[in-house]
Nanobody, 126 residues
Framework: QVQLVESGGGLVLPGGSQRLSCAASGRSSTYTMAWFRQAPGKEREFVAAISWSSPRTYYADSVKGRFSISRDNAANTLYLQMNSLKPEDTAVYYC????????????????????WGQGTQVTVSS
């Protein structure tokens, strides 16, 4: 088990950029890690995921080309660089981790992950 703490959320203008971080306690280097988000009144949805070895990445179509997921295993930290933000990106963003190797589509399914952070709010508005 790892504990996850997200940071970096806030208010950003449409078209702007924001970087989220997720600090993991314990050794997360062999965990598949991901970002999910949940907007008010909507179901939680997958955003992006990254494998633990020879990092493979996987993105939701809605963020492909705008968001980039990365990790620093030495620092036990996961990142989400968000560019060209839109109002529809407004949501609480959650970091998640799952031990082992996953491939799409399970890599993008919430039920694959058993470690979750508390979330950080991202609001895109003028």
């Amino acid at each position: 088990q790892v504990q996850l703490v997200e940071s970096g959320g806030g208010l950003v203008l449409p078209g702007g950029s924001q970087r989220l971080s997720c600090a993991a306690s314990g050794r997360s280097s062999t965990y598949t890690m991901a970002w999910f988000r949940q907007a008010p009144g909507k179901e939680r949805e997958f955003v992006a995921a990254i494998s633990w070895s020879s990092p493979r990445t996987y993105y939701a179509d809605s963020v492909k080309g705008r968001f980039s997921i990365s990790r620093d295993n030495a620092a036990n930290t996961l990142y989400l660089q968000m560019n060209s933000l839109k109002p529809e990106d407004t949501a609480v963003y959650y970091c998640a981790a799952a031990r082992g190797t996953y491939y799409p589509p399970s890599m993008g399914e919430g039920v694959s992950y058993d470690n979750w952070g508390q979330g950080t709010q991202v609001t895109v508005s003028s």
